[in-house]
């Protein structure tokens, strides 16, 4: 057989810009992008590429095999050019290289403990912006970061805080790839990828708090998940983190940088919403006018930053596990690593709330929209009286907390007028009642 291409041939390059576009956790849909290899980390028969798509740094890794196993990309020069993700000896590799057992030019690998082999693998199916891969027997998950920043990535930071201070609601951190790139002159530092502990047998919060709706919709008698023991984890999670990292009381400028972002970001909902938000116009008005009536938004610390339902596992044993401190993923890296209200996680998880019974109102859309109205009502007040229980109380009255509560929402709303129009009263509708209660 002959030997196969260099990583960096003009075949390769070309056959993975043709793939990329499909794959799920491509962030430039529906976008024209030249596709360019922006740097290379050579693992013997397979590769880390750094792949240039607009203004995205992405992140392939790759393999050349004889099959094509079950995730391939192209076949060149009589061999198969695969996604390394889905192969377990490339993932061998990586693993290899996080314990910090493989040297490669340009890479660093930091583990709190020995990673078991990869042995057979399994991808996890559904996830977007990254890539998550099973292995070491169940025992450990690694997540490849497919959209890479320069900068210390929070997943791996925050994680690691929280692992060295013991944090019980959130799985351990065992090993991160930490890789410099060139960019112009200069040269950039960013985390590739992230090893957690996995966690058998645990459920997801959306499913069943969903289910636990759909249940209620229709008239059926079901104990609700502990949304309580939800809010206390998060709370718990959070005192953790100021602990670890530190707090620090809002300045004016932070203060006023708050209120600008959001001045900013309810002008561009109107704009990009204007039809759905038509007759809310004087009271969006209203409430532009009330932000200038906060005076200081507090305390700030690190945050979960994309905190909602799916974040969230419920253990074999009934607790409730927080995962993905990665923040919004197509955030600046350097706006992900700021301190912030811990009123930003608070709300993510209301908002969830809404939605797990938005989900099941779209699959009985005969029930009764009260009953609905009501199950949020409760699960809401259940997960703050939880994290009132570790933290102290939340005030609902608070002008940071309905300015971040509408901000949400408005965000929400952008995004189902662009990307599912069937879901938009759930957003709208919380928009209204904010904009409404606050006369």
């Given at each position: 057989m002959s030997a196969?291409?260099?990583?960096?041939?003009?075949?390769?390059?070309e056959a993975i810009a043709a793939w990329m576009p499909d794959a799920r956790w491509y962030p430039l849909k529906g976008q024209q992008a030249d596709i360019t290899l922006a740097h290379s980390y050579e693992l013997g028969d397979a590769a880390i590429l750094l792949m240039r798509a607009g203004d995205a740094l992405l992140q392939v890794p790759v393999a050349w095999r004889s099959e094509p196993g079950t995730a391939p990309i192209a076949q060149l020069g009589g061999r198969w050019l695969v996604d390394a993700c889905s192969d377990p000896d490339a993932v061998q590799t990586l693993i290899e290289i996080a314990a910090?057992?493989?040297?490669?030019?340009?890479?660093?690998?930091?583990?709190?403990?020995?990673?078991?082999p990869a042995g057979a693998i399994r991808v996890i199916g559904g996830e977007q912006s990254n890539t998550s891969i099973i292995g070491?027997?169940?025992?450990?998950?690694?997540?490849?970061?497919?959209?890479?920043?320069?900068?210390?990535?929070?997943?791996?930071?925050?994680?690691?805080?929280?692992t060295r201070a013991g944090s019980e609601p959130v799985p351990?951190?065992?090993a991160s790839i930490r890789a410099t790139w060139p960019a112009g002159d200069a040269t950039v530092t960013g985390h590739l990828l992230a090893v957690s502990e996995f966690v058998s047998g645990a459920?997801?919060?959306?499913?069943?708090?969903?289910?636990?709706?759909?249940?209620?919709?229709?008239?059926?008698?079901?104990?609700?998940?502990?949304a309580r023991a939800l809010g206390a984890a998060v709370a718990t999670v959070h005192r953790d983190l100021a602990a670890a990292l530190g707090t620090a009381e809002a300045s004016p400028a932070d203060t006023h940088s708050f209120i600008s972002g959001l001045e900013q970001r309810l002008g561009w909902a109107r704009e990009q919403a204007a039809e759905a938000l038509a007759d809310l116009d004087d009271e969006l008005g209203r409430a532009k006018e009330q932000l200038r009536e906060i005076r200081s938004i507090g305390e700030l610390q690190h945050i979960h930053g994309d905190l909602h339902l799916g974040q969230v596992l419920r253990s074999s044993d009934g607790d409730w596990l927080l995962l993905d401190f990665e923040g919004e993923p197509l955030?600046?890296?350097?706006?992900?690593?700021?301190?912030?209200?811990?009123?930003?996680?608070?709300?993510?998880?209301?908002?969830?709330?809404?939605?797990?019974?938005?989900?099941?109102?779209?699959?009985?859309p005969d029930a009764d929209p009260a009953a609905a109205d009501e199950w949020v009502r409760q699960r809401q007040q259940e997960f703050l009286a939880g994290y009132a229980d570790a933290s102290g109380p939340v005030d609902e009255d608070d002008p940071v907390f309905r300015a971040i509560q509408l901000d949400k929402a408005l965000y929400e709303v952008?995004?189902?007028?662009?990307?599912?129009?069937?879901?938009l009263q759930v957003p709208l509708e919380a928009v209204r009642r904010l904009l409404t209660s606050a006369r």
């Open positions: 196969p291409l260099p990583f960096d041939a003009p075949e390769v390059t910090g057992t493989r040297a490669v030019p340009g890479l660093e690998g930091d583990a709190t403990k020995p990673l078991g070491g027997d169940g025992s450990w998950i690694a997540k490849v970061f497919r959209v890479v920043h320069p900068g210390d990535n929070p997943d791996v930071v925050v994680t690691g805080a929280l351990a951190l065992l459920e997801d919060a959306w499913e069943l708090y969903r289910q636990h709706a759909l249940a209620a919709l229709r008239g059926e008698e079901r104990e609700a998940p502990d955030r600046p890296m350097h706006e992900r690593s700021i301190r912030e209200p811990r009123l930003r996680d608070v709300v993510g998880m209301l908002r969830s709330f809404d939605y797990a019974a938005g989900s099941a109102q779209q699959e009985l952008v995004y189902e007028v662009r990307n599912r129009p069937d879901w």
